[in-house]
Structures are given as structure tokens and as C-alpha cells.
């Protein structure tokens, strides 16, 4: 006959999974949130520098580049960086690839790019690009020390800009096109 400690004790021993939204994070999951954090910083930053373009907004918005001795210049290169070694990676793996006699579209080829952060390192770019283009002095000097420390130059951003120019869809219909083809284009003359 069972004791009185084994009536009490639960029948089944079904573990409980937890919901998605309850599931506790791994580093895969906080890895890939930070991820998507930033991408989304650098697309909101590029969209205030194409949504204000003169006066007063626009000097605060560039000085917030030059505050904590350029602190957020030195984070947008870092993040250059980073995607643009991933962007490297991926268009060597697809080379890789294309010996291995599996044919693929120019097309595909760009998807596959943009996946692996192509599109993020474009909006850098644009981000580059306006800050350059502002004529800030110190601005200018900072991102070209950077540039020289990682052994890049002013090219490899037109390289990234080219691209991104060239690959403008006319989702907003062939003027939207143009006028931004005319920016990216404006931003590479200047670089």
C-alpha cells in the first residue's frame, strides 16, 4: 500500500515545453537579435540623411558624428568592416561554387550577396557617402584615417556604391529610379 508522500507525488512526468515567446534565448537567438538591430540602425540612420538634407536638423544630425571623438564614425567603419568581410566570403564560397559547375544567374548571385549582408553594407556606404559629401574637414580626415588603418581606400566605397547604383530597382516607378541613381552617382563623384 503506497505511503502518504507517494499519494501526493505528480503521476505524469510529460516535460512542459515552453512556448516560442517563452523559449529562453541561446546565443545563436541574442546573436542573430543583435544582428537584426543594427541592420535596422543603419537603414533608419541612411533614411535621416535622405530624408533631411539641409539646415539645422541636418548639421545635428552630422554632428552627432562628430561628438565622443567620432565615436559613431568609428563603429560605422567597424560595421563596414564586418559586412563587407561577410559580403567577401560569400562572393568567394559562390566563385567556389561556379568551378564546382553549378551554374548560376548574375541574378541570384546578388540575392545571395544581399543575404549575406550586401544591403547593409550599401546603406554603410550611403551613410559614407553623406558624411562625406557634407565637407566637414574633420569628418572627411576621420573617415579617410579609418579607411588607411583597415587598407582600404575611397575606391572600395565607390566599388559598394557602384553596385548598389547599378542594382536600384524602379519599385517607385523610373523617375524615383533615376533620382536615386543621381545621389548614389553624386556620392561616388564626390568619394
Known sequence: MPTDEQET????????????????????????????????????VASLFGGILKGSRRERLLSKFVENEFEKIDRLMELYMRYSNRVKEESERLNDIELD????????????????????????????GHLWTSEHPRIRARIELLLKQQKLTKNDVKNVLQEYHDNIGDLDGPDEKEKAQAKIMRFITAL
Open 9 to 44: 507525488a505528480p503521476t505524469t512526468t510529460t516535460p512542459m515545453k515552453p512556448s516560442e515567446d517563452e523559449q529562453i534565448p541561446t546565443s545563436k537567438n541574442k546573436k542573430r537579435s543583435k544582428e537584426e538591430l543594427e541592420e535596422r540602425l543603419i537603414s533608419l
Open 101 to 128: 559547375d553549378l551554374e548560376m544567374d548574375e541574378e541570384e548571385k546578388y540575392n545571395r550577396k544581399l543575404e549575406s549582408g550586401l544591403y547593409s553594407l550599401q546603406l554603410i556606404a550611403v551613410i559614407l
